[in-house]
DNA sequence: GTCTATAATGAGATAGAC
DNA sequence: GTCTATCTCATTATAGAC
């Protein structure tokens, strides 16, 4: 390689880059279909076509801005997963624990990740709320439906009489609530008068995991 | 008024209603920022023109759509939360009858309510994930807010030791888990491998109401 | 690799004939 | 009240000079 072409591949290193993170923060906070490829290139400062050059369509930008961290992200929730179940005897880890392993790495990046980070992390909740007829989200569910699959066999073993339905309903109770709340929408902002930020994921995410656990704990006692 | 003037006031009518029938399902379905004025005039089968002509602007449109049925919506929620009162010494209800009275509205009126409310409650759930500070969601405030008041406060009189941040919290997360499974997105299909359907709230919705009885006494208990 | 210019499409909104 | 035609603007994507 001559010193001339190694430095225009520098350059469109960078350039790469910066459309990256430009692309991520625009998804995170206005969703795949609020933005538009032009919003990406101006806060990014580059030209629009250098877009399409780089990394072809909108959905496939989406895809790598995803990937970027996703692959650590999901490989750092199982590591969790394995954690708790390595240190549980049979396997019959407290729930709680699981619940908490769940939500940890999203907890941890929000509070100590850095922007990028918690821009990811806000991009997921957006994906993770919409259809999943759409396309834009493959590369999402490649990702995470292994690591998705392992927390619920994880659960099974903690409530072996659990009903299956019973079972599932409460994991997709636990994850609502993750996704609304790292949304953050703002809904709870107006209504509690200031006394609970929907962005103040410091408070809220322990007292998700309380109240998430104790829905467990409700649904496995059965019908009452 | 004329004979003539009456039919053109008749048919004037009916193309009203084509149009926020139309409007509503592909609100519904695509949510405010996915739907053209032009995919809903389509869909109602009258010229692009009369959205415009009959409901002003697409926000006004999409506010008219919202408070057909959110009016009746609303007092209904009230209603069933005063009746919960009603029934109680010094009002303080059995939290898990307060938040069955906050889903049961939604619940009903997904099961028995016919195609059209079936949309409305779609519609809410779209725009409950929306950002608060987003324009076109004023009429849905303005509506809600109240109701959404009353049920902290009868929550607040059942749980008299629980923190105002607790509180707000478990409310939040009680929205959250409303919101999430009637928006119906579909995360749990695949997962779950058909075994539960997102779209199956005859199940979901008492499970979501005993999930989030369980997380509010977990969440009263205390720290642990 | 970069950038300007532009093609092709679809959007919200309206003018003006009927 | 209705409908055709159009204005104006923003979008994705690409062609072609450098």
């Known amino acids: 390689m001559t010193h001339a072409s190694a430095k225009r591949a520098i350059r469109a290193h960078l350039t790469r880059d910066r459309i990256l993170d430009a692309a ?8 795949f279909h609020g933005v538009s490829i032009r919003d990406i290139t101006e806060s990014a400062g580059v030209p629009l ?3 399409n050059y780089h990394f072809g369509t909108k959905q496939q930008l989406f895809g790598q801005v995803i990937e970027r961290r996703g692959k650590e992200h999901a490989a750092q929730m199982q590591k969790y997963l394995d954690e708790v179940l390595a240190a549980a005897p049979q396997d019959k880890a407290d729930p709680e624990r699981i ?12 509070i100590h990740g850095g922007r990028g980070w918690q821009r990811y992390i ?8 919409a259809s999943q007829h759409e396309d834009f989200l493959e590369p999402l569910n490649r ?3 292994p690591v ?3 927390y619920v066999r994880a659960l099974r073993k903690s409530y072996p009489q659990m009903s299956t339905v019973d079972l599932y309903s409460a994991f997709y109770l636990l994850q609502a609530s993750l996704v609304y709340t790292v949304a953050a929408t703002g809904g709870i902002d107006r209504l509690s008068r200031g006394a609970l930020r929907s962005t103040d994921f410091k408070r809220l995410l322990p007292r998700l995991v309380r109240f998430c656990a104790g829905g467990f704990e409700r649904l496995a006692r059965g019908e009452d």
Do not use: K, N, T
Not at 99 to 110: I, M, N, P
Not at 122 to 129: D, G, H, I, V, Y
């Open 24 to 31: 991520e923060e625009q998804f995170a906070s206005r969703g």
């Open 143 to 145: 990702l995470f439906d």
């Open 148 to 150: 998705l699959a392992s």
């Open 49 to 51: 076509a250098l877009a």
């Open 99 to 110: 619940v908490w392993a769940f939500c940890a790495s999203v907890y941890e990046r929000l």
């Open 122 to 129: 806000r991009l997921l909740a957006w994906s993770a709320e």
